[in-house]
């Protein structure tokens, strides 16, 4: 498949699995799980929909917790690794923009996928749709302010120090990223983008958290802490 037509995600699918291994990268351990998971565990979420999903690693975390979970990915290689690591899991081809499901999951995780996809209003609105009254949307996006950095992410100054520019912040566009065989187009958007669709669902915020990286040497650790990569937001459907 054309890059340009899935992102470079079909092109990169082998390279991305040797990347995140079966725990993930260095974002999603240190940073990411314990906060996602500590708003689920000990809730009554019964039903989970992953959207992007890609080879699995949320939905055995889920799983693990005893919520049924189904992943939809639109790369088949990833499918394929999940169904690999999982042979009992339901793993489908699918996008965001396209799910059908109408009120059937407590739960809907996009664990950094936002910025993948480029039709966000029509996933939003498919996200919402495919939530029961009641239920919950939790999303870990990468920071507006860190998307409007790439693909140039930090410099050095004249005077040799490691800084972090942000520019264009206000223009949507499409981002070119690439490291360790991996080739991927990122969105960035204002915060105001992604807020302001999710409320027009009339979906109501519950958290919204920059979390703080829990392990790591010390230099991945200062690089969080000076310009914190993501941010954790849950929402919840009127019941």
């Not at 689920?40 to 080879?55: H, K, P, T, Y």
């Not at 690999?84 to 965001?96: C, F, T």
């Not at 949507?172 to 991927?184: C, F, T």
Request: negative net charge.
């Amino acid at each position: 498949m054309n890059d340009e037509v899935d992102g470079g995600w079909a092109s990169s699918a082998q390279a991305w699995i040797v990347e995140q291994g079966e725990e993930g990268d260095y974002g999603r351990r240190a940073v990411l799980d314990a906060p996602m998971l500590a708003r689920i565990e000990g809730r009554s979420f019964a039903r989970a929909l992953d959207v992007g999903c890609g080879e699995g690693r949320f939905c055995r975390i889920m799983q693990r917790l005893g919520i049924r979970t189904t992943g939809i990915d639109p790369t088949e290689a990833l499918l394929a690794r999940a169904k690999q690591l999982d042979p009992a899991g339901d793993y489908r081809p699918g996008r965001a923009e396209d799910i059908t499901e109408e009120a059937q999951f407590d739960l809907v995780v996009s664990y950094l996928t936002l910025i993948d996809i480029p039709d966000i209003e029509t996933a939003i609105v498919k996200m919402a749709t495919a939530l029961r009254p009641g239920g919950t949307l939790l999303i870990a996006n990468l920071t507006s302010f860190n998307t409007a950095n790439m693909p140039d992410g930090w410099r050095r100054d004249g005077d040799g120090v490691a800084r972090f520019s942000i520019d264009h912040y206000m223009e949507e566009r499409p981002i070119w990223i690439a490291w360790r065989g991996i080739r991927l187009q990122n969105w960035h958007r204002p915060l105001s983008t992604y807020m302001t669709l999710l409320l027009n669902q009339g979906l109501q915020l519950r958290l919204f958290t920059e979390p703080r990286p829990t392990a790591g040497d010390p230099a991945q650790i200062a690089r969080h802490l000076r310009v914190p990569y993501f941010h954790i937001m849950e929402w919840q459907k009127p019941a």
